[in-house]
């Protein structure tokens, strides 16, 4: 089984800086792309960035002030945030989308984290 877990979220005054981490864990053979997403009750949840070998994707409207890293060898990815505003207040998810070993052959699946609360407010 593969878990993605999140972390760093919190409450953050406008302006401000947050970085969020998410780790895969489980017996994966390969990661091809990870990505964050974030959702407001009601909305749709919406791509913030995803990164894989091919490069990087963000939101147009994001770009600038989010930034997606990812450490291969610890199976994690990361959002920095800069200059925070009250609307990005959201739950922020992060997804996977994973190659297993299914002897003989191999599946791929898409995983999501549980979500972790950013809340921008002075």
């Known amino acids: 089984q593969v878990q993605l877990v999140e972390s760093g979220g919190g409450l953050v005054q406008p302006g401000g800086s947050l970085r969020l981490s998410c780790a895969a864990s489980?017996?994966?053979?390969?990661?091809?792309?990870m990505g964050w997403y974030r959702q407001a009750p009601g909305n749709e949840r919406e791509l913030i960035a995803s990164?894989?070998?091919?490069?990087?994707t963000y939101a147009d409207s994001l770009k600038g002030r989010f930034t997606i890293s990812r450490d291969n060898a610890k199976n994690t990815v990361y959002l920095q945030m800069n200059s925070l505003k009250p609307e990005d207040t959201d739950v922020y998810y992060c997804n996977a989308n994973v190659t297993l070993r299914r002897y003989p052959t191999y599946i791929r699946r898409v995983y999501w984290g549980q979500g972790t609360q950013v809340t921008v407010s002075s």
């Open positions: 489980g017996t994966i053979f390969n990661i091809q792309a």
């Open positions: 990164i894989s070998n091919d490069g990087t």
